[in-house]
């Protein structure tokens, strides 16, 4: 079975420095693993995807991630936090035929 | 292009009684999931249609939620009778395929069982 833990449900930074947001995933086979961002009263937006391409991911707005197989981990990291980066951002794992398994969500603050 | 449409964005009801939501997928996208995310909680998928037919209602509680995509495009979600703890966001995402990678979400429509 498919599941994926977000390591922390809340994570405060300043602006201007990193922003690390933990994944660990559980598959029994090679995932596909997404990061979307959900700002309030928005819909989820999809950051970036890996699919067993390059394990280092880039996605928008400056944000990457890296897939470490032997690690069962997807973090997500930004070099440096905007005040717009402050959202709730969702792990997720895709299931054969398309479903995707959400983490509980990591909640980003960023202060001035 | 346009994106997944929902209606309503908020809905207020009794317990008791029934609601029905609404989703307009991204033109051409075959594939259409309903998720329910209740405050706090990651969305879980409640069910998935391929054109109009059911691919995955298994988290469904089919004793008050139904779902239907008629055509292929359109689909609608219901809850009859509405419960306190259906109070949540019901969220339509649609892809091109199943297997395509990428889903697109809707804004959700964000319902209140008083």
């Known amino acids: 079975a498919q599941s994926v833990t977000q390591l922390d449900s809340h994570v405060s930074v300043s602006e201007g420095t990193p922003v690390l947001l933990r994944c660990n995933y559980s598959?029994?086979?090679?995932?596909?693993l997404f990061w979307y961002v959900q700002h309030p009263n928005k819909g989820l937006q999809l950051l970036l995807k890996?699919?067993?391409?390059?394990?280092l991911v880039k996605g928008i707005n400056g944000f990457e991630a890296e897939f470490k197989k032997s690690e069962t981990s997807f973090h997500l990291t930004k070099p440096s936090a905007h005040m717009s980066d402050a959202a709730e951002y969702f792990c997720?794992?895709?299931?054969?035929?398309?479903?995707?398994?959400f983490g509980q969500g990591t909640e980003l603050s960023v202060k001035p | 292009e346009a994106g997944v449409a929902q209606s309503p964005r908020y809905k207020i009801i009794e317990k008791r009684q029934s609601v029905a939501f609404w989703c307009n997928p991204i033109?051409?996208?075959?594939?259409l999931y309903w998720y329910q995310q209740i405050l706090g909680q990651g969305p879980k998928l409640l069910i998935q249609?391929?054109?109009?037919?059911?691919?995955?209602d298994s988290q469904l509680p089919k004793d008050r939620f139904s779902a239907e995509r008629l055509k292929g495009v359109d689909s609608t979600l219901k809850i009859q009778p509405a419960k306190l703890e259906d109070s949540a966001v019901y969220l339509c995402?649609?892809?091109?395929?199943?297997?395509?990678?990428?889903?697109?979400f809707g804004q959700g429509t964000r319902l209140t069982v008083v």
């Open positions: 890996y699919t067993s391409a390059a394990t």
């Open positions: 249609f391929q054109n109009n037919g059911v691919v995955d």
């Open positions: 997720v794992v895709s299931r054969l035929g398309g479903k995707l398994i």
């Open positions: 033109s051409g996208h075959a594939t």
């Open positions: 995402a649609s892809s091109l395929t199943a297997s395509d990678t990428e889903a697109f």
């Open positions: 598959s029994s086979y090679s995932p596909s």
